[in-house]
């Protein structure tokens, strides 16, 4: 399979975080993948998502990237400015995701460019052994 790159775009509420870890969850589907894997890319999009509307001006959109190859699955948020809560329960929750996000994944990177900051993480995912009970 040639890599697939698949866009999201919903309203930077949390709510909305079912739909893109759903979504991750059908694109792996597609591969060989283990469940151990598609679990951990379900709850890395789920957090990635969250991540992003902490960062995200009320009203506005979040946009998520899906990269989808055999063996890896990229997820790449647009972090559109500082964070929109400053409360202890948002950096709770923003260090929560954050742990999370580099413990599940197998890369985790946080850069800017021009345009602004970016968050990707990078699942690698196993090939399942047998593929009969699919």
């Known amino acids: 399979m040639s890599a697939d790159r698949i866009a999201l775009t919903l309203p ?7 739909a893109v870890r759903m979504t991750a969850s059908a694109l792996v ?6 469940y151990d894997d598609l679990d951990d890319v379900r709850i890395a999009a789920e957090e990635l998502f969250i991540y992003a509307c902490d960062h ?21 948020v647009r972090l559109q400015g500082s964070k ?8 709770r929750r923003a260090s929560y995701a954050t742990f ?5 994944s197998d890369h985790y990177e ?14 690698r995912l196993s090939a399942e052994s047998d593929d009969a009970g699919r």
Do not use: C, H
């Not at 929109?84 to 950096?91: P, Q, S």
């Not at 999370?100 to 599940?104: M, R």
């Open 29 to 34: 589907s597609r591969t060989k993948a283990t």
């Open 110 to 123: 946080l850069s800017s460019d021009l345009d602004g900051q970016y968050l990707k993480v990078t699942k």
């Open 100 to 104: 999370i996000l580099q413990s599940i």
């Open 84 to 91: 929109r809560a400053t409360d202890e329960e948002a950096e």
């Open 56 to 76: 995200a001006e009320p009203g506005s959109e979040v946009l998520i990237e899906f990269e989808l190859e055999d063996q890896a699955m990229d997820m790449k």
């Open 12 to 18: 930077s509420r949390p709510e909305y975080a079912k």
